[in-house]
């Protein structure tokens, strides 16, 4: 290894991602050096370059990049879990003033690891972290859910939608999700019952799916005014689970059903430090899953390296993507 590396580095808000020689870090107690081989793309990391994502808390000169997926090349003091040469993945920064994943080599928290799926590529598991770790956080952790409910997954085709729909069906939970009429297929491929959200009202579909009872849990993930659909479209002591909560929302729909609702922040554990041994808990359990068959990310064709990232980016930012987008380092 050299003493120094190459990153993408954000120098202004809206700016170009700079190709940058910075030093190699090292690994600290409770650290690992990882070697990147892949960075996951997502919505927030987007935000985050806009400048439009203050909670992110991540601020100028930054690293992007949420997701990543590579090999361990060293470890720091009290580290056992993982050894050199470990494939592995994790959420592991680009907020919070912690170097993203864009750049070859990060030091990260090895509590937010998990070892790869051994069947996954490199570059579908960096699609998977901060997906799979929103999914759990609100149908696991928030809502509970368990064999023989209903589900509603509000975007079923997009990058933390369609991985809920696994997760819920793996947990027994019949599935349905909400598609625009191109990722209908998609959605039925994951073996949810397809909505299309735009030739369908929430009362019809409800209607004629739950015969009119709603569904046992909604899990939102585009907010604004699908949050409100979804108040909508809960059944009677039922629950709303979201990552997009901000907003102005009415909640007398929620109220009259008596029904309940949680928010998922999943940055938590990053920028505070808190609860990050769970983040590496959720990842070994989506590595149990993908490896037994029942999860798999979807990830677009299109194909990005280090150089191409701006393009990747722009793809993201276009709502363009199927799934999820990847740029490969490695």
Known sequence: MTSTMQALVLNQYGGPLVSTTLQR???GPGQVL??????????LDTKIRAGAAAHARHPLPLVLGIDMAGTVEAIGAGVTAFQPGDDVYGMTGGVGGIQGSLAQYAAVDAALLARKP?????????ALPLAFITAYAGIVDRAHLGAGQTVLVQGGAGGVGHIAVQLARALGASVFATASAKDLDLVAELGATPIDYRAQ???QYVAELTQGEGFDLVVDTVGGPTLDASFAAVR??????SALGWGTHALAPLSF???TYSGVFTLYPLLTGKLRAHHGEMLAEATRLAESGQLRPVVDPRRFTMVQAEQAYEVVAGGTARAKIVVELD
């Open 236 to 241: 009677h002591f039922g629950h709303v689970v």
């Open 201 to 203: 009202t929430v009362e």
């Open 257 to 259: 059903r008596e029904a």
């Open 25 to 27: 870090p090292e690994p």
């Open 34 to 43: 990882v070697r990147i081989a892949a960075s996951g793309l997502n919505p």
């Open 118 to 126: 051994r069947n996954l590529s490199m570059r579908e598991a960096a």
